[in-house]
């Protein structure tokens, strides 16, 4: 497991464009999910350095918000071409320090095409002008935070990275970004591309560590206006606490989910078996907006399922460098405990269908794609984010109903519906509670330029090329007489 690729990645502290150790030497171990031996030791950032990290974006930001966005911008592309180049490299560091099969590597491409766009998106910052009050010309200028902190998970990290870094640069604020210490190794990556590229020192800096050190410090740093963070609504809660106690920063969050799908019994049952079972399969289930409970209706409920029990089976794990796989483990031993102690929670409420144990003969963290049928909607299993690839599929009558239950979640990030009646599923897009809505469809679609992110606790803010930038920009009102009545 240790290949020459992993062996001579890079792992240290990014800050000021150098890279370094954490300050007191402290490292954590980061095991492969797939083999559980050690990939890495990684330099835990302390406090001391989150701080420094911090004060090298506040001393590079007059600088570089005063640049045009056409020399911001080339920076961006340049960064693009070299993490296209890097795409398998990438991957294989994913691939062993999370566990995400190379076959299923998109960050590059998709994260790429993101700094291409933000590289030429720093021209739409504008204001607006009003000649509306008598005597005055007013208007507003858009201008940067200062500092902005990312706090991002593992689980598609180049993406969330590159999400988060590339808006905030465009509108000209700096950044402090905090990896996960479940997939540390391909931020530090995009760390010596940017080095290579040659970015200004303290534009980026790029940490290693625990959310409870570094992540905490900069949750609470009075010098970061602004704060970006995808994850957990337990880690969420506790960077808004941060925020509120230190100097009210602004927050932007994308946090967990509880998706549901629809079933009607006009639907197309093989495309809604096919795309529910990759909903839920994909990544190995860790996908904020993975479909993990299904309503069916009554009448093609048996055919739904043993459409849907086949597809699901059909997964090839494995080795996840191995091109040929498409099921990898959890990405580390706590996610792996998780999804078995929800199992068994499962077990206990609901009616086993499929899976429900670790896969036999493989000593990593593995986990059989898993059915549980007719569990009450009070069930534990049925509220909560399980973060694997466990679905819940239950029966109704009515759409009433349905809708009932859909709704009945403290989450609302992805909903989808699956109908051919054109009524009924803009009933049902309305009536959802969710940020994104499918109709026909359900995740992982999206779309490139409609905005992502959650209602209720799933989120604050929107994330989207047309959406993420003016999360980064403060709006000034200008008034100037200008000496008529
Ligand atoms: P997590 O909340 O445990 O960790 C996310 C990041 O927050 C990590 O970098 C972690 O170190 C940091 N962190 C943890 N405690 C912190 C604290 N007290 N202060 C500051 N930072 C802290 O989440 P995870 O396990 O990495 O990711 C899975 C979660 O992320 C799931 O809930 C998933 O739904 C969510 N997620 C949401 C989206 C979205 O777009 N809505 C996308 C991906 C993942």
Redo the contacts with the bound molecule.
Sequence with gaps: MTSTIVKEAETRLFINNEFRPASDSGTFELKSPSTRETVAQVPEATIEDANVAVAAAKAAFPAWSALSPNVRGEYLRKLAQLILEAEDELAHLDAVSMGRPVSAYKDAKVGAQKLQYYASAGWDNHGQTSLLTPGFVNMTFKQPFGVVAA??????PVL?LVDKMAPALAAGNTIVI?????APLTCAKVAQLIQKIGFPPGVVNILS????I???T??HHMDVRMIT????????R??QQ?AAKSNMKNVL?????KSPAVIFGDADLERVAKETANSIRFNSG????ATSRIYVHSSIADHFLSMFKEKLQAITPGDPTDPKVDHGPQ?DEA?FNAVKRFIELGKKDGKLLLGGDSLPDHEGYYVQPTIFFETPENAQIMKE?I?GPVVNVNVFESEEEVIGKVNDTEYG?YASVYTRDIERALRFAKSMEAGSVGINCTSPTGAFDMP???WKS??IGR?GIHYSMNQYLETKTVLMRIGDS
Excluded: D, Y
């Design positions: 706090i991002i998970p593992w689980n598609v969330f905090k990896s996960s210490e479940k560590g625990h959310g409870h570094s992540g905490s900069l949750s963070f995808t994850g957990s609504g337990r880690a969420g506790l960077i941060a969050f994308e946090l967990g989910g860790q996908v904020c907006m990405a996610q984010e973060f990030l992502f992110g959650g799933s989120g994330e």
